[in-house]
């Protein structure tokens, strides 16, 4: 099959075949197809769009392109969660070890944070030791022994995604909702799942800001998710303030082990509630419970009764990492690290937080990438206490930004200062944190 045919068909609004699409992507591995070929095809998806059909075929070519796992050796349903990313967003490290304890295993597989957004993985390396270069075999003994484990993506799991994202990325092609779809989910499927919950984030720190786009994002995987014969649903969630009050590593693995202790104040509310639902969902998924209400009882007992908490401390053993940290989770604060208090200049109501102005002035003192290959310092980060709707006083702090002596701390926090907008009167819509759930 010549490529110029494939672009023809494409650029003209015709439905690509299986086979046309499995070309294309076997072309880009092997290198049969030229970058400026690939990147047409590109165009042309991004401008016409593809059917639920060629997402499908889209993604299982980019999923055959490397390898897929199989744990059918361990007896329990698989599943796992996958975030569209935002400011604050930890709730992996609750959930995996939440949905093992209720009997789901969940071969976790995460990424590295990069520009605002934060990554499972650098916020588990904030926890001394932690390890998350394991080998198959390491991983699988570890799924297999606590009912989860946590690795970063491979170079053999779905090459194609990384050829692509390249081209997407060089030809602003990176948001089109199709090649999203195949781009998540040939990675998410090559954990070979039976169940997969998508949390798609959208509002002012979320990758996809508009909530009518984030909406149909969530529908094509979801529909991609089902087609690809896996139990898929999609929570539509807000992202229009952090989520809880820790922004930065070693903060958002504080909150979240203060979750799992039964620890958390109203403060970390949004980050358990959002951690249970999507629990409950896979364990629902996952044909555990008996219903989705059975779900969230079985969810909140065994995050009330420190099941969870005990499954995270077996992890954070096997994976390297001092589980200490269970017991006494201040253990991770750097009293070397400086506060400073960002304030309120005016007294009145928050009405709006630009959430990815947060997390990258997070960035920029060091607790996030805003170069791929930046290193992160664990230490630094935000912990905010206003939210969007509350009542502030003139000087009132904002929150409390960690950063180190130098690291332009001044302008860090006039960056955090600007980014809440503070009015006369209480603004008369509060985000809602679960907005729907998408689950055709
Ligand atoms: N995340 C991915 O993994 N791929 C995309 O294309 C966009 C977000």
Not at 229 to 257: F, K, R, W, Y
Request: hydrophobic content about 40%; aromatic content about 4%; glycine content about 10%.
């Amino acid at each position: 099959m010549r490529p110029q045919e494939i672009i023809r068909k494409k650029r003209d609004g015709g439905e690509l075949s299986r086979e046309e699409v499995a070309s294309f992507v076997g072309g880009v591995v092997d290198g049969s197809w030229a970058d400026y070929q690939a990147s047409a095809l590109l165009m042309a998806v991004y401008l016409t769009g593809m059917t639920t059909v060629e997402m499908e075929a889209l993604t299982q070519a980019m999923l055959g392109s490397g390898e897929v796992l199989d744990f059918s050796d361990i007896e329990l349903p698989k599943a796992d969660k996958h975030s569209t990313g935002g400011v604050g967003d930890k709730t992996s490290l609750v959930i995996a070890p939440l949905v093992a304890a209720c009997g789901v295993a969940v071969p976790m597989i995460s990424g590295r944070g990069l520009g605002h957004t934060g990554g499972t993985l650098d916020k588990l390396e904030a926890i001394p030791g932690y390890r998350v270069h394991l080998d198959l075999d390491e991983f699988r003994k570890i799924l297999r022994g606590v009912g989860y484990a946590m690795m970063g993506q491979t170079a053999e799991i779905a090459p194609a995604d990384k050829k692509l994202y390249a081209l997407r990325d060089a030809t602003e092609t990176v948001e089109s909702i199709p090649l999203i779809v195949a781009s998540i989910m040939s990675k998410k499927l090559a954990a070979g799942l039976g169940a997969l919950v998508l949390d798609v984030k959208t509002g002012s720190g979320a990758f996809m800001r508009d909530e009518g786009r984030a909406k149909a994002l969530a529908r094509a995987l979801v529909r991609t998710g089902h087609s690809c014969g896996v139990h898929t649903e999609a929570l539509l969630t807000d992202m229009s303030q952090p989520l809880g009050a820790a922004v930065g590593n070693a903060n958002e693995v504080q909150e979240c082990i203060r979750i799992m202790r039964g620890d958390s104040g109203e403060e970390a509310r949004d980050v358990r509630e959002l951690s249970v639902e999507l629990s409950a969902r896979m364990v629902a998924l996952s044909g555990v419970a008996a219903s989705l209400e059975e779900a969230r009882k079985q969810v909140n007992r065994a995050l009330d009764s420190g099941a969870a908490l005990e499954r995270f401390r077996r992890n954070v053993e096997e994976q390297g990492g001092n589980p200490r940290v269970c017991d006494d989770p201040q253990i991770l604060t750097d009293l070397t690290v400086e506060e400073v208090r960002v304030e309120s200049v005016h007294a009145g109501y928050v009405e709006a937080i630009d959430a990815a102005e947060v997390g990258r002035a997070v960035a920029g003192v060091g607790g996030g990438r805003v170069r791929v290959e930046d290193r992160i310092d664990p230490a630094v980060g935000y912990i905010a206490h206003a939210r969007t709707g509350q009542q502030v006083s003139a000087g009132e702090p904002l929150g409390l930004l960690y950063c180190r002596k130098g690291a332009q701390a001044a302008a860090a926090a006039a960056r955090i200062r600007a980014a809440y907008t503070v009015g006369e009167a209480a603004p008369n819509h509060v985000p809602q944190l679960i907005k729907e759930v998408i689950a055709q």
